[in-house]
Each structure stands twice: as C-alpha cells, then as structure tokens.
C-alpha cells in the first residue's frame, strides 16, 4: 500500500511531495508524468480528460510499496486497497488564482479549476472512496516550510480531516460571480 497526495492543480502537491519523500524515503510516482508517457493526455495536462480505466491499469502494474504517487486523479485511478493514506491538500481559490496566472493558464481552465477547489470536487470523490484512509490538510497562508511541518505531523498521527469551506467563504465575500461567472 502507498502513500498519496492529492488535491487540484497547484494545491502543492509537488513541492510538498519531493521534501516528504526525501524524509520518508519514498520515491515519487507522478501520475501525470505516467499518464502522459503513456499518451494518455492530449495537450492539455491537468484536466480529467484521460482514459482513468487505462490508467488504473498502467498504474497497478507499475507501483511499488516505496512510492509517494502523486497526481490530482489519484481517487479516480486507485482503489482503496491500494492506499495506506490518502493527503487531500486544500488551498484557497484565491491563492491558486495568482498560480494558475503564473502558469498562464486560460480563464477557462482558471474557472474550471477555482471552480472545482470552491467545490471540492476531489476532495468529496476522495473521502467519499477512501473514507478513513484520507487526510485533508489546508495549506493556505503557509510557508511552504510550515506546510511540509503540518503534512508530516497528520501523517504520523491520527488526525482526522480539517475542515474546509470555500463555497462559504467566497459567498460572504461576494465573490460567487468573481469565480463562476464569465
Ligand atoms: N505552502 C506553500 N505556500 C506558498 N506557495 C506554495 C506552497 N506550496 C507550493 N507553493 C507554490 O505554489 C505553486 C504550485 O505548487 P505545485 O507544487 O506545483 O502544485 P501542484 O503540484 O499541486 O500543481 C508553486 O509555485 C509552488 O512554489
Ligand atoms: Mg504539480
């Protein structure tokens, strides 16, 4: 069974995941990285348009005890008894707004993947999956020092999940339209 870090794009899941890995000793396994080898992607990485069922299949055969697999399509392509712990990390949409434009990502893809944070899109497809194997961790406001600190700490101990509400959030800031609208 693996260790996973999940969560939309630019959550951190690779900066995280290299320093955890390095003190864990694990070797990542990046599921965009397999995916896209495979040709499994088109263009455009970081979208759900992948065949998962072939995936799934690449990656069972490919994984080892001594990874840290990686990749916001984690809950779609694993199966519960593949996973020891599942990380869901969350970070505001307002946060991932100034990564995506850094990436330079279309406003369309910027509102599908707000979007989908605001919702918690994956994090809901992974608890409601993994259930008691998952962990959501908030990483907003962190440095990323502070933020590898708390991943470690709610690894070794038994912590449930944080809680997280950005639909709540953006509503009292008046920001519904800010986000879902064109
Ligand atoms: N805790 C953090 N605080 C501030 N910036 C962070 C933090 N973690 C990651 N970042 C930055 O956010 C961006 C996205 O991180 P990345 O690891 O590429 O995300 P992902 O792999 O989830 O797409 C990078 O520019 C990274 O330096
Ligand atoms: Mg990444």
């Given at each position: 069974m693996s260790l996973v870090i999940t969560g939309n794009p630019g959550v951190?899941?690779?900066?995280?995941?290299?320093?955890?890995?390095?003190?864990?000793?694990?070797?990542?396994?990046?599921?965009n990285k397999i995916a896209k080898d495979a040709?499994?992607?088109?263009?455009?990485?970081?979208?759900?348009?992948?065949?998962?069922?072939?995936?799934?299949?690449?990656?069972?055969?490919?994984?080892?005890?001594?990874?840290?697999?990686?990749?916001?399509?984690?809950?779609?392509?694993l199966e519960k008894n593949q996973v020891k712990k599942m990380i869901i990390l969350r970070r505001s949409p307002y946060d991932l707004i100034k990564v995506y434009k850094e990436r330079r990502y279309p406003d369309e893809k910027i509102r599908e993947n707000t979007g989908s944070e605001i919702l918690g899109i994956i994090s809901h497809d992974a608890i409601s999956k993994f259930e008691e194997k998952t962990i959501q961790i908030d990483i907003t406001g962190k440095t990323i020092q502070e933020a590898i600190e708390k991943v470690m700490v709610m690894i070794s101990g038994n912590e449930g999940d944080e809680k997280v509400d950005w639909l709540d959030l953006v509503t009292k800031n008046n920001d519904l339209q800010k986000f879902f609208v064109d």
């Open positions: 951190g899941k690779h900066t995280i995941a290299e320093k955890i890995a390095q003190r864990l000793g694990l070797v990542i396994f990046d599921i040709g499994l992607f088109e263009e455009n990485q970081d979208t759900n348009d992948v065949d998962t069922e072939i995936l799934e299949k690449i990656i069972a055969e490919k994984i080892s005890e001594n990874n840290l697999i990686i990749g916001h399509l984690a809950p779609y392509v």
